[in-house]
């Protein structure tokens, strides 16, 4: 069996910072780091390739595949040492500006590329951009069924059961595979890998594919192809007061209090 | 244009949006989908719409939603389907797009008409900046949350405008019934069949609802503290919110009070924020604040930066205080 897991490289938001107008974001040099929601995904990868090898005759391959610019390098190797038996990139200046249309044709590309899954696993969205899209087109796209939401989930040979976490309620879903599946941080709580783990990761195959190798046009999936455009992307003006209270404990509570009062919000 | 919601008064505030901008987006179409749909649709028949579509053979999964969704808007020739933004919603939508060739909005916190063009706009940057973004495709589909449309309908019917935005008062009811119709095609099963639906926990109390949220996070050491926080909350009239380690990962609050990206949004008057360091994941969750206050020992700590008010200290030290002299401000 394989599973592909499909993982994004991030921007540490952690360290973002702003132009003076105090609403631009600057993302020139910003680090970047393996999203959080992808950890869940490869982790539940993981755990089914251990569930896996403890039983004869059966046999998960985990394949960790990314798209996007030559970065990629610095963060897959973690996937690599978290456990994925091998990482496929898509690397290629022309993904710059790719939105979520363009980066799912490109994964599904590269999926049919590698000769297909058993199972998909995606985070519910980036911790970034957070479009949510890429695991209901990747799913139309390849023609699977698609599960979304997931919390916990299991397998019984080719049967996958989930529990989807919907606003007021757990629906349980189950399909056959093959299949996607997008996971919430609540399914697990992703590895920390050894040290072993890291120092092994380097050595584990990985395939760095363009577009060309895809047989995709260069300007098909990038910029120039995005069917949404981004008129201005900043933080909200509604600018927050920022008053520091400061001084002893007693004098610090009373002034907070005032402020409530002031404010109107007190009961 | 053509609008489904599970939630009915989801779909009710779209189609309002639908009326409000008649000329531009043309006839308005509507969905009722699902357990009890015959018995929900007659509410439909004042909406807007002035044809909705009926059926409770729809499985209401994502394929089957939109395989269903796909097929009417071909049959009706739609350019524009509006969803609500329920994690269902959300989910449908890039699924229906892609079928349609459309581009796609998936949750858009605010949807407004702007020189005859649809500009949305929505969170990003794990809801540091909000992007307004226009979709490019003739063949569009949007997922809108609660309120995006600056309307909310009432469980009663009706719409009353929320502050600060001009669609609904735009809105004129329409006076002609619409009419029920079965779907013109079979609609497709999916391949993902629903087992069972469980009913989540519900928190004690309405935390969307309230006005006052007092919201503990990780600068709490000990579950047994609580008490402490429960106290200032009493005496503040608040509810108890909390952020994600404390819910999920400690188990010391139940999830249904947990705030942020994978919890609730509410929009309280008061967020009193302590031990909290502000990951965006949470801050997310406490945006929606109309005063924000933070407590926490870290004076770098990235919650400040959001905050109105703010105290470098330890909430072991400024809680039990301020609990006493909120009740003293009650008695005097």
Sequence with gaps: MRIVVCLKQVYDLAQLRYRSDGRTPLLEGLPVQLGAFEKNALEQAVRFKEAASREPGSEVEVVALSAGSAKLQETIKEALAMGADRAVLVVDPALGGADAAGTARVLAAAIQKLGGADLILLGEGSDDEYTGQIPSRLAALLNLPQITFVRSLELEGRLVRAARDLEQELEIVECELPAVVSVTSEL???????????????????????????????????????????????????????VMLEGEVEHQVEALLAALEREGVLP | MLVWSERDHLAHELLLFAGAHRRLLGPTYATVFGERATARAEAYRSWEAVRTYVSEAVELTDECLAHTLAGLAEHLQIQLVLLGATRRGRATAPRLAQILGAGCVSEAVELTVEEGQLITSRYTLGGNTLARERILTTRKVIAAVPGAVGVKAA???????????????QAEPVAAAGELLPLPFQPSAGRARVVRREPKPRAGADLAGSQRLVCIGRGLERAEDLPLIHELAKALGAELACTRPLSYEYGWLPEERMLGISGLRPSPRLMLSLGVSGQVQHTVGIMGSRLIVAVNREASAPIFRLADYGIVGDLYEIAPKLTEQLRMRSKG
């Design chain 2, 155 to 169: 469980a009663s019917g009706v719409a009353q405008a929320t502050v600060g935005t001009g669609a609904a008062k």
């Design chain 1, 188 to 242: 697990n709580t992703p590895r920390l890998p050894p040290l072993s783990a890291i120092l092994k990761a380097g050595r584990k195959p990985m395939d760095t594919w363009s577009l060309h190798d895809l047989a995709m046009p260069a300007d098909s999936v990038g910029g120039p192809a995005a069917q949404v455009e981004v008129l201005s992307n900043l933080a909200p003006a509604q600018a927050r007061k920022n």
